[in-house]
Nanobody, 114 residues
Framework: QVQLVESGGGLVQPGGSLRLTCAAS????????MAWYRQAPGKEREMVAL???????NYLDSVRGRFTISRNKARNRWYLQMDSLQPEDTAVYYC????????WGQGTQVTVSS
């Protein structure tokens, strides 16, 4: 099955930037959508950004204009560039792949704090 591994999380000051990477392995030809979700303590998991195989994208309203999702098809990777980070962006970020089923990574912590 498809396996996903995130990297790039960490601690950053407000206004800073981070870039998350999701590396996919396995039968990736079945994937038609790639996304990033996040879950803050005490809150439900929410979709942050989505990119489809036709390169169309969709963003959570609160991150539009600050975050950018992209993918490298040849390397089976997708990315989330996060700029102008705010404390409310603090959460565990998960990458997800949509195929015959939804696949999830293990999550990476992003903490925005001074």
């Amino acid at each position: 099955q498809v396996q996903l591994v995130e990297s790039g999380g960490g601690l950053v000051q407000p206004g800073g930037s981070l870039r998350l990477t999701c590396a996919a392995s396995g039968p990736t030809a079945s994937i038609y959508g790639m996304a990033w979700y996040r879950q803050a303590p005490g809150k439900e998991r929410e979709m942050v950004a989505l990119i489809k195989i036709d390169s169309s994208t969709n963003y959570l309203d609160s991150v539009r204009g600050r975050f950018t999702i992209s993918r490298n098809k040849a390397r089976n990777r997708w990315y989330l560039q996060m700029d102008s980070l705010q404390p409310e962006d603090t959460a565990v970020y998960y990458c997800s792949a949509q195929g015959v089923r939804n696949y999830w990574g293990q999550g990476t912590q992003v903490t925005v704090s001074s």
